[in-house]
C-alpha cells in the first residue's frame, strides 16, 4: 500500500461517453504526475500538477483534461475518447526528501475503450 | 533528449536462479539512476536508487551499480524468489527536472 489511491480499478466505456478516473494521497505530497503505460512501451508522461497547478502536459489530447482542485486530489476527465486510449492509467505523488525525489504510484485504473 | 532501454521480456528463470536485467541510456548531464518494480495488478514501487557514478543501490537482495563509462545501470539478484515475479522499470532522472524518464519495462517470470 503507497497511499495513493485511484478508483475505479477498472472502466470500460465506449467512445462517445464521459467518465472520470480519481486518484487521491493524504501523504502531504504537493506534486502528483498522470502517467499512461501501454503494453511493450516506455511509461508515458501526460500531465504533471505542482500545489495545484498544472507544470507540465506532455502534448496530450484535448479529450484527456486533468483537474486538480487541491494537492491531495487529482481527475483525469475522459470524454469521445479513441480505442487506442486503452491502457493503464497510473497516477503518482511526489516527495522531495534530502534533496531527492521519489514517487508514489497509485495501482492505477484499466481502461478500456469499445 | 534522455531516453532508457531496458531488455526485453519476458525473463522466465527458475528459482534461486541468478537474475540480470540490462539497462542503459543516454542522458544530457549527470542523471540519477532508479529501479521501479511493479507487481500484478499494482502500481510502481521504488526498488532501489543511484545518484552517481560508481554508486551501488541495494535493496530486498537486488542490486545495481551505476556505470558512467558504460552508461548501464543493470540489474542484478544472486536468488530469484517466485515472489520475485514482477515487471521492473529502469529509469532516470537529470538536473532539477523532477519528472523522470522510464524504460518500457521488463517482465521476469520466476517458476518454483
Known amino acids: 500500500e503507497t497511499g495513493v489511491t485511484q478508483t475505479p480499478r477498472h472502466l470500460v466505456m465506449g467512445m462517445t461517453n464521459k467518465k472520470s478516473l480519481k486518484c487521491e494521497q493524504h501523504?502531504?505530497?504537493?506534486?502528483m504526475y498522470w502517467y499512461k503505460q501501454s503494453a511493450k512501451k516506455p511509461l508515458e508522461l501526460m500531465f504533471v500538477?505542482?500545489?495545484?497547478?498544472?507544470?507540465e502536459n506532455n502534448s496530450v489530447p484535448s479529450r484527456f483534461s486533468p483537474e486538480c482542485p487541491n494537492s491531495s486530489h487529482l481527475f483525469l476527465h475522459l470524454h469521445t475518447l479513441q480505442p487506442e486510449d486503452s491502457a493503464l492509467y497510473l497516477c503518482?505523488?511526489?516527495?522531495?526528501?534530502?534533496?531527492?525525489?521519489?514517487?508514489?504510484f497509485g495501482s492505477g485504473t484499466q481502461l478500456s475503450v469499445l | 533528449g534522455n531516453s532508457v532501454t531496458q531488455m526485453e521480456g519476458p525473463v522466465t528463470l527458475s528459482e534461486e536462479a541468478f537474475l540480470t536485467i540490462n539497462c542503459t541510456y543516454t542522458?544530457?548531464?549527470?542523471?540519477?539512476l532508479f529501479w521501479y518494480v511493479q507487481y500484478p495488478g499494482e502500481g510502481l514501487q521504488l526498488l532501489l536508487k543511484?545518484?552517481?557514478?560508481?554508486d551501488k543501490g541495494s535493496n530486498k537482495g537486488f542490486e545495481a551499480t551505476y556505470r558512467k563509462e558504460t552508461t548501464s545501470f543493470h540489474l542484478e539478484k544472486g536468488s530469484v524468489q517466485v515472489s520475485d515475479s514482477a515487471v521492473y522499470f529502469c529509469?532516470?532522472?537529470?538536473?532539477?527536472?523532477?519528472?523522470?524518464?522510464f524504460g518500457r519495462g521488463t517482465s521476469l517470470i520466476v517458476h518454483p
Open positions: 503518482a505523488s511526489r516527495e522531495r526528501d534530502a534533496g531527492e525525489e521519489k514517487l508514489f
Open positions: 501523504l502531504g505530497h504537493n506534486a
Open positions: 500538477y505542482n500545489f495545484k497547478e498544472q507544470t
Open positions: 542522458a544530457t548531464g549527470y542523471p540519477s
Open positions: 543511484a545518484t552517481k557514478a560508481d
Open positions: 529509469a532516470l532522472r537529470t538536473g532539477g527536472s523532477y519528472i523522470p524518464t
